[in-house]
């Protein structure tokens, strides 16, 4: 690494760090200083590289132990609803679990896989059998819990809106991102899983490989969600990176996603979270109403550029890059989203982004041990 990256990733490492506390890692120190399920496993991904395993296994130990009988994980721990904290009022007197969205209360639907993606990791690099061996019920209810989530017995997650981790957009049904984590969990879940149950998570993979091939891919991309046949079909950039990165896509696959995302960018560097932008039906009337409805519709959050780097070619994952170090060299910080044009910390009158924030920071720290 050049002094400039190394510069930026001892800032993203510190961000990571600052969100550690006393149970796992926190998406962020002030709005959502909670224990998010999906920012602290993707977290996790960051602390492994940093070899910080500890947290890592504080995490797991946090989430498994407030798992439901039918094997769902929390969506998060701690305060119970965060919207009192967008005001100033912070009601906490213990950590509680919350397993629906904050808006109609969807049972959200990525925090098993992302679990099951997480753990595989740490296995990898601690060879911690005896952690995984004590908690294998467990782990195999979470993963388990997955297909309950399967309405028309497809093997595919279908989910309510506001479900998954882009929840200001309301996306229903299967939907790609939620879809394309599953697939990785229960495949990695059939590389660890006793002998007895490893061959048929193995087979539900393959099954699931195929129809997310067969529903969601659209000729040069993979298209965002089918509700009820009818078919959505947004460019939406988290799922479509993750299946190149998680290895799910063919050559050909891959090559056309970047294609049509380099043609969509055009000459931006950084990625958008969808193209086109969602109409405003699918967008929380609440964010609107506080003025956010460009949450994840305008506004960009580097764990997709960084995603990004780990799938693109050379010269075009160091332009990447370039901008990236740029942006977290001039605030010193890795935070939660940037406003367009000049890739500003954002600031509006009722809300400015958090930070630091783990999940862009973990990503950051991935995308350099990637390269």
Not at 30 to 41: E, G, H, L, T
Not at 109 to 124: A, G, R
Request: proline share 2%; aromatic share 16%; hydrophobic share 40%.
């Amino acid at each position: 690494m050049d002094t400039t990256i190394n510069k930026a990733y001892e800032i993203a490492a510190e961000s990571l760090r600052k969100c550690y506390s006393d149970f796992g890692i926190l998406a962020g120190r002030k709005y959502f200083d909670d224990y998010w399920a999906r920012d602290c496993f993707f977290g996790c991904l960051g602390a492994l590289e940093l070899k910080d395993y500890f947290i890592v296994k504080k995490s797991f130990e946090l989430f498994l132990k407030y798992q439901r009988n039918d094997g769902q994980l929390p969506m998060r721990i701690g305060q119970y609803d965060v919207n009192f904290k967008f005001i100033g009022i912070r009601i906490r007197a213990e950590l509680l679990p919350r397993f629906g969205d904050d808006k109609n209360n969807s049972r959200t639907t990525d925090q098993n896989s992302l679990f099951i993606i997480s753990l595989y990791e740490y296995l990898k690099k601690t060879q911690d059998n005896p952690f995984f061996e004590e908690n294998y019920k467990k782990i195999k209810a979470a993963i388990d819990w997955n297909f309950t989530q399967d309405s028309d017995n497809d093997l595919l997650i279908e989910e309510r809106p506001y479900a998954n981790w882009m929840d200001s957009i309301k996306k229903q049904g299967k939907v790609l991102y939620t879809n394309i984590c599953h697939w990785k969990a229960v495949e990695l879940f059939s590389k660890i899983a006793h002998k007895e149950d490893a061959e048929k998570y193995l087979i539900m993979a393959g099954k699931i490989k195929d129809k997310i091939n067969e529903l969601l891919w659209g000729g040069n991309y993979f298209i965002d969600w089918v509700k009820e046949n009818v078919k959505y079909d947004y460019f939406s950039s988290d799922g479509n990176l993750l299946a190149i990165y998680f290895g799910f896509t063919t050559k050909m696959q891959k090559k056309k996603i970047l294609d049509k995302l380099r043609e969509f960018q055009k000459e931006n560097v950084l990625v958008m979270t969808s193209y086109p932008f969602y109409s405003k039906k699918f967008v929380s009337l609440r964010l609107k109403l506080v003025g956010m409805g460009d949450y994840h519709n305008g506004l960009y959050w580097l764990w997709l550029s960084s995603l990004a780097c780990c799938v693109e070619r050379k010269k075009r994952r160091a332009d990447i890059l370039k901008k990236i170090d740029y942006i977290i060299m001039k605030e010193g910080v890795v935070a939660e989203v940037y406003t367009p044009g000049k890739f500003k910390l954002l600031k509006r009158l009722l809300y400015n982004t958090e930070m630091p924030f783990a999940f862009n920071s973990s990503w950051y720290i991935i995308s350099m041990n990637a390269r």
